[in-house]
């Protein structure tokens, strides 16, 4: 059976999801059913996320088709899985020929280029998970793509500068992950009223402060003197789906620090290393503060200007400074856990400096036009995509 419009959730983790199952939503609540809409899912847990997100009615009125690997094939892969994506890879292999048979392919990773048939019919778009900065942002792979949705002209304009893409196979859309959230939520997610700050390390054994002031830093949390503030640790959820980190792109690798029960015990800490609640924003709608590095969620949380702070664990390698951070600018940085926690108890006095360049960064990196969501305007590019229609400008 060929897919006219088919979504892409191959993962072993949701963090991916939310960024394309609005537009999936979008375009079965205003397509007519003109379109039939195909969600391919890689897990259980990944198509409940995608169903929630869809609701009842959207989901019932879309198809549904399984990525899973047979069984011995997928226990065959449990030991590779473990360093590289394996499964993920080998999903697509499998099923290659039912994802090569769409009309159109929507993913928000690069991975599914991998299969592509050349000569194909199939058009492939992308939707980054994300509006980051990092190189991996910007890989040149990504210019195999007929058509990418951005999220503002920040990635846009990188796209074309860096030569990923010409502009009109881009179309800037907004974030679709924001029209899947009520953004005014605020759960209250300690006993006392201090203030909250959220630490969301990457999890690249390069570019990550995770691995050698992470500990540090949680430690002066759970101290008399960092005992004034609460703080969620809530890394970007593949930090600890693995053991052993390894980058390609940066031929670096390094063993991931576990958790100290002392920390648990810590009355003004939250950790959390793996539920939906990293990925669908419950704390960075949550907190008070930032603690980040490079993970692109720091633009998730500025959907509310609030102080940010950095930890730049990688000023000694030169690899890292081959992209700029623009979140930088609207934020304290720091070296070492040390410094960070000098920038804590001041970072709300200086807000105020910073808050002019947040909202400059933001607006540049998230596109909003009033009464037209990202969702819908997605469901626009990909309706002209698939009646084989050109020049989308950015």
Not at 74 to 79: G, K, Q, T, V, W
Request: proline letters at 7%; glycine letters at 6%.
């Amino acid at each position: 059976m060929a897919d006219d419009i088919l979504f892409l959730f191959n993962h072993d983790a949701p963090h991916q999801v939310a960024h394309i199952a609005g537009i999936a939503r979008a375009m079965v609540e205003t397509g007519g059913g003109e379109r039939p809409i195909t969600c391919a899912t890689a897990t259980p847990a990944i198509r409940a996320r995608a169903e929630g997100i869809l609701g009842s009615v959207a989901a019932a009125r879309v198809r549904w088709y399984d990525l899973a690997l047979p069984a011995w094939q997928d226990r065959a892969l449990a030991l590779p899985n473990m360093v590289a994506p394996a499964r993920r890879v080998m999903r697509l292999r499998h099923h290659a020929r039912r994802i090569n048979a769409a009309r159109v392919v929507v993913s928000a990773e690069r991975t599914c280029l991998s299969i592509r048939q050349p000569g194909g019919t199939a058009r492939f778009a992308y939707v980054p998970h994300g509006a980051g900065d990092r190189m991996v942002s910007y890989h040149p792979e990504k210019g195999g793509f007929d058509l990418i949705l951005v999220s503002g002209q920040k990635t846009a304009r990188e796209m074309v500068t860096r030569g990923v893409a010409p502009a009109e196979r881009l179309r800037v859309i907004g974030y679709p992950k924001f029209d899947t959230i009520d953004l005014a939520q605020r759960k209250k997610l300690f006993a006392n009223d201090n203030p909250v700050l959220v630490y969301n390390p990457h999890f690249d054994p390069l570019l990550s402060s995770w691995y050698d002031h992470g500990p540090a830093l949680l430690d002066w949390f759970a101290s008399a003197d960092g005992q004034a503030f609460n703080v969620i640790f809530a890394p970007h959820i593949m930090l600890f789906r693995k053991k052993l980190h390894i980058s390609l792109e940066y031929r670096t690798a390094r063993f991931r620090p576990g958790i100290d029960p002392r920390w648990r015990a810590a009355d003004n800490i939250l950790i959390d290393t793996g539920s939906t609640a990293l990925v669908d924003m419950t704390y960075t709608l949550g907190a008070d503060a930032y603690i980040g590095d490079v993970s692109s969620q720091v633009y998730e949380f500025l959907v509310r200007p609030r102080p940010l702070l950095f930890l730049d664990a990688f000023s000694h390698d030169s690899r890292s400074r081959e992209g700029a951070y623009p979140a930088w600018q609207a934020g304290d940085v720091a070296q070492d856990a040390a410094g960070l926690a000098r920038l804590v108890p001041q970072a709300w006095a200086r807000h105020a400096m910073h808050r002019p360049a947040q909202e400059a960064i933001f607006a540049d990196t998230v596109s909003h036009q009033p009464g037209h969501p990202a969702v819908a305007r997605a469901a626009a590019a990909l309706r002209d995509l698939a009646d084989g229609s050109t020049g989308m400008p950015a």
